[in-house]
Structure formats: structure tokens, C-alpha cells
């Protein structure tokens, strides 16, 4: 082992002393995925958690149950009745006791009696819960109205193997993670995007059916509407973006040794108004018009044409000043994994709390450097963060920071 990484291993061992600002302390389990029932709780205050396990063991299934602490679909977006173990009896719930810094916390989530397989309440991805069917949300002990209760007081953040192709695939991919990102630094993000989400679907049925018949005054109004929403989205995209770029900017230590400046750009029309200098107001009037003036062709195509649904994110790896599409697979995860450190950083600074982090089989194709620092920049962030991997040797740079656990089975057991 180098000196390097076995100073790193001594940073992050000191990392491990005090309460974090966030960490799960116990996660419960039912009729969910792979598991009827599993529980597991653990033992001090270890900023690392790793699930090591074979491929199919349930190791994201376990992740993917964490990422329900948060407002949404989840880390797969999947429909809510697809979370529900296989010919159970019953629907799936999760349960966590948290710990924000010394103030416990209980949450539990899970699908109402009788939903439908498949059944997601809305399509947007920022909106679950509501009347029968949806996804339901308990916080010590009292039902809380919407999903977005669970980022009012702490936020959650991730990376799976499906995210790699991110910075090639269509700019949905990009404007989820952006719009997820920007949730967690602020939580009314989630209703202002399913808001105007909900309105565009309902102006775009009126259009397909009515066409140049639909009353103007009803189309009137859902368009002051998306364009309220839309302005809301676009200016709270743009102050995320800013306030990133100056975490991107600043990195230190292990993290800045081993991961790219990342600079990034946000591309879409009603962000550019703002870009330029016009204010918000401004904005959602010249959306409004631009939208009653695209009727008949939003009418044929069946959609709106302009609006923060188009909108992408442009990332560039700066030392090469070179697009991310066109940067190499390693080097596009390292760019993943640079904006992950600074939004974290970011949150940690605004929010006074850092985030739970949850890293699906992200240290497999780093090399042994690049993990050591990962795991040292996130022993230092102040917020749990959960690993998996199929090889334990893997993370022998975090043996002194971490809290290990076996996933085989359909079982979770703290590992030997």
C-alpha cells in the first residue's frame, strides 16, 4: 500500500469519531424486492456502510429501499406496485430509525392496502403520494400529507451503474438527476416540477382533443399556470447550478487529486431568458405568451414544445475542456462521482446537513488510488453513505471507516 492511501485510511479512521449529521441506524424491511422480512441494525456511528454480496443477492434492493426516505420514485423510478415481493400477502413498507446529529428519528414508507400491481399515482417524479394506491409516509408516528415531507429535513442522493451512460443518453436522464440534485437543496423544487408536470399533461389532453375548439380561457389558464410553475422550476435550476459551480471550483484534499473539475451549463429556452439578466416575473410572462402562440402546433404534435421539460444539463470536463459525451467511460464516471463530492458539500454548507449518500457498485472500476480517496472524502462529509460490491477486496481502503454487512440469500447479516 502506498503512503498516500494509507494516510488516507488514517483520515478517514479519524472521520469516524463524533455523530454524523445523518445516519440510518436501523432499516427494516417487509414484503419488499427480494426480502419478506429483513432487519438490520447497526452498531456506532461509522460514516461507511458496504453491502459486499454475489450479483443478484439483493444488494440494491436494499439501496433502493434507502432511496424511499427521500421524495419520489426512487433510485430505479419504479412503478409502486413493482417494489412488492413476489406473490406476498400483503404490501411492502420500509421502516428506518435515523439519526439526525443527536436527534433520533423514525420513518416508515410503503404502498397502501390494496394498490393495484404496477400502480404509480403520477408520472412526474417528484410527486407520490395521495389518495388510495400511493405511497404512504409516517413521521414519528404521525402520517405526513406528501413524499415531500422527507426532504423538508434531510435530503438523500445517489449514483447506480445505470447512471454511467448519463452524459450520452437523452437529456430526460440529465434533467432527472439535475432536478433531483436541486431537490436536495431545496425541497420545494418537487412540487413546483410535478405541479407543472401535472398542468402541461392536462393542456396537452385539451389540445389533442379540442385543438382549435378548446375553450381559450381554460387553455388560457393552464398556461399561466405551467408558466408559473415553469418560471419556479427554471430559476431554481439556475441558482442550484451557480451556487455548484463554485463547490466544482473548490475542491480539496483527496478529492481534488483524484476526480475533474466538472463545468456546467444549463441549456433550456426559459433558463436562457434568466441566464441573460430578465427577471423571473419577466420570464413567466414571455413563457406565457410564447405558449398561447404555439397552440396550434403544440395542438398537432400532441405536446408543449417549449418549457423546462426540454431543458439539459451540459457538463464539460474542464482540464480537457472537452463535452462529457465525449469523454472516456472512466473519465465520465469520475465526472459523475466529482458532482456527487460537491453537491454533497453543497447541501452540507446550505442545508447544515449533509446528505445520505448511496453509491451502487460505484468504487468497481476505480482504480486503487481513486477508491482510497473516494472513501476518504466520504468518511469527511458528516452524512452516511451506503456502498455495494461484489468483492470485499475492493474496499480494503475503508476497512477503518466502515461497517460491513453480507447480502446472500435474502439476508443481510453483519459480515465476519
Known amino acids: 500500500m502506498t503512503a498516500r492511501r494509507e494516510d488516507e485510511q488514517e483520515m478517514a479512521g479519524r472521520a469516524k469519531a463524533g455523530p454524523l449529521d445523518l445516519a440510518v441506524t436501523s432499516l427494516t424491511l417487509t414484503r419488499y424486492r427480494s426480502y419478506d422480512r429483513a432487519r438490520l441494525t447497526l452498531e456506532g456511528a461509522a460514516p461507511l456502510v458496504v453491502l459486499t454480496g454475489p450479483n443478484g443477492a439483493g444488494k440494491t434492493n436494499v439501496l433502493e429501499a434507502l432511496s424511499y426516505l427521500a421524495p419520489g420514485r426512487g433510485l430505479r423510478r419504479a412503478a409502486l406496485g413493482e417494489v412488492s415481493r413476489f406473490g406476498a400477502d400483503g404490501p411492502w413498507a420500509v421502516a428506518a430509525d435515523l439519526m439526525l446529529g443527536d436527534e433520533p428519528v423514525k420513518v416508515g414508507t410503503g404502498i397502501e392496502a390494496g394498490a393495484a400491481p404496477g400502480a404509480n399515482d403520477d408520472d412526474a417524479d417528484e410527486d407520490d403520494s395521495g389518495p ?23 435530503s438523500v442522493s445517489w449514483l447506480t451503474p445505470q447512471m454511467d451512460r448519463l452524459f450520452i443518453e437523452a437529456p430526460s436522464g440529465r434533467r432527472r438527476f439535475l432536478d433531483r440534485l436541486v431537490i436536495g437543496l431545496y425541497p420545494d423544487h418537487s412540487r413546483q416540477v410535478a405541479a407543472y408536470e401535472r398542468v402541461m399533461r392536462e393542456r396537452n389532453r385539451l389540445l389533442a382533443d379540442r385543438g382549435a375548439h378548446a375553450d381559450p380561457a381554460w387553455v388560457g389558464a393552464l398556461e399561466a399556470r405551467m408558466a408559473e410553475h415553469g418560471a419556479a422550476v427554471a430559476a431554481a435550476r439556475l441558482e442550484f447550478a451557480g451556487q455548484l459551480a463554485g463547490f466544482l471550483a473548490e475542491p480539496k484534499g483527496a478529492e481534488a487529486a483524484a476526480f475533474p473539475e466538472a463545468r456546467l451549463a444549463i441549456d433550456g429556452w426559459l433558463e436562457g431568458l434568466m441566464a441573460d439578466g430578465m427577471a423571473p416575473v419577466e420570464a413567466e410572462a414571455a413563457y406565457r405568451d410564447k405558449l398561447a402562440e404555439a397552440r396550434r402546433v403544440d395542438a398537432a404534435t400532441g405536446r408543449a414544445g417549449t418549457g423546462p421539460h426540454k431543458t439539459d444539463l451540459l457538463v464539460v470536463h474542464a482540464p480537457k475542456d472537452m463535452p462529457a459525451g465525449l469523454c472516456s467511460t472512466g473519465e465520465q464516471k469520475a465526472l459523475l462521482i466529482a458532482l456527487t463530492l460537491a453537491d454533497a458539500r453543497l447541501v452540507a454548507a446550505h442545508r447544515g446537513r449533509a446528505p445520505l449518500l448511496l453509491l451502487d457498485e460505484v468504487a468497481a472500476h476505480l482504480d486503487a488510488d481513486r477508491r482510497a480517496a473516494l472513501f476518504a472524502v466520504l468518511s469527511e462529509l458528516r452524512g452516511q453513505c451506503w456502498l455495494t460490491g461484489t468483492d470485499r477486496a475492493v474496499f480494503e481502503a475503508a476497512e477503518t471507516s466502515a461497517l460491513f454487512f453480507n447480502v446472500e440469500g435474502g439476508q443481510v447479516a453483519p459480515a465476519k
Open 132 to 154: 388510495a394506491g400511493r405511497r404512504l409516509v409516517r413521521i414519528d408516528g404521525e402520517t405526513v400529507g406528501s413524499t415531500n415531507a422527507l426532504g423538508d429535513r434531510w
